[in-house]
């Protein structure tokens, strides 16, 4: 069996020497190496070649997501940051998923976490994960096989009433800013995301979409009506969903229901409430993300209300598991590239 190699960088030697413990108590790592700051990573990588890159995000000399620029720049190797859950790592960190970063891990209890042990079984999970992407993939800039085609679509949406919710994983943020920054203001209906986050991480996402969106984009708020050209992102640690109240229909953000499939919030929960929303019609889109979320919800969607499927197609996902889960239930009306899907939705519309 082939090992992963992982490059372990952290300002912290105590740091360094945990997460090292810590992935190689999988026999299928191999920890070849560690760096105190970016430019120790850089001058390693090629003595190294490491298959992924744990990266810490704040360092003195070459801080992480400077040197993530230049890994991706000059090595195009898989990294994963690990960020402290503070407002300006959790910026850094939404930052650095744009710059290239697979994913993330929020380190516990700050810089240096004694209790980073908590995170081992995630770690673990992400750097296999990682591994397996193709970074060049990732990265590049692909057109468009068809935007903005003028074909008539077989069905749409006619009801005055109508949802948007999205769902995404691994790879998700960039994701969204391709489909949220396409969406024109002309939508006229609420937008609803679940992009699975730990609590912290959030707001920062939201607040980064909001400036290249024409839509509002906000954290969503528990009681809040929805509103059109609104888009509502989950807050970690909440289920996201959407409920009959007094004045139409509210935001319900729910702690209290355990998390579906291991996702507080989950993909699932969402859809299942949309499912229950009487005189309304939705499209509902599922992208880039590893494992099942969102597939049973789909099913319920398809199966109590009028709704149109979309799912992102492998060519332009960083992990295909979700996509390909729901796609699988023969449930799905189009599976397009990321940068179509904004054009399909606003078509259906």
């Avoid at 372990?8 to 790592?29: N, Q, T």
């Avoid at 995630?122 to 397996?132: F, Q, T």
């Avoid at 948007?164 to 960039?174: C, E």
């Amino acid at each position: 069996m082939n090992q992963i190699k992982v490059l372990v960088v952290d300002d912290s030697a105590f740091m360094r020497k945990v997460i090292s413990d810590l992935l190689s108590g999988d026999p299928s790592i191999l920890v070849v190496g560690s760096a105190r700051n970016g430019e120790d990573a850089l001058r390693k990588i090629p003595q190294l070649t490491p298959d992924v890159v744990t990266l810490d995000v704040d360092m003195p000399v070459m801080d992480g997501l400077t040197t993530l620029k230049k890994i991706m720049e000059h090595f195009a190797i898989p990294v994963i940051m690990l960020s402290s859950v503070t407002k300006a790592g959790a910026a850094q960190t939404i930052e650095s998923i744009q710059a290239g970063a697979v994913d993330f891990i929020p380190k516990p209890s700050g810089a240096i976490s004694l209790d980073i042990h908590k995170v081992q079984e995630e770690l673990l999970r992400k750097v296999k994960v990682a591994s397996e992407v193709k970074i060049k993939d990732h990265l590049a800039e692909k057109k468009p096989i068809a935007r903005y085609t003028k074909e008539p679509m077989e069905k749409g949406l006619t009801k005055k009433h109508k949802i948007i919710a999205i769902g995404t994983s691994t790879g998700g943020p960039k994701a969204l800013v391709e489909v949220i920054s396409n969406l024109p203001d002309s939508i006229n209906v609420p937008v609803l995301i679940v992009q699975h986050m730990p609590v912290g991480f959030t707001k920062s996402l939201a607040e980064r979409l909001n400036k290249l969106s024409s839509l509002s984009v906000m954290e969503a708020v528990s009681g809040e009506p929805l509103m059109n050209n609104t888009v509502y992102i989950a807050p970690g640690g909440y289920h996201l969903k959407a409920v009959h109240g007094k004045n139409g229909v509210v935001i319900e953000l729910d702690d209290d229901t355990p998390p579906n499939r291991g996702h507080r919030p989950s993909v699932d929960e969402m859809f299942y409430s949309l499912s229950r929303l009487k005189d309304y019609q939705k499209i509902a889109v599922i992208m880039t993300g590893m494992g099942s979320d969102g597939t049973e919800g789909l099913l319920a969607l398809k199966k109590e209300a009028d709704t149109i499927a979309i799912a992102e197609s492998e060519e332009s996902c960083v992990v295909y598991g979700m996509p390909r889960s729901a796609i699988a239930t023969q449930k799905v009306d189009e599976i397009v590239h990321v940068t179509e899907i904004s054009e399909r939705i606003v078509r259906y519309l």
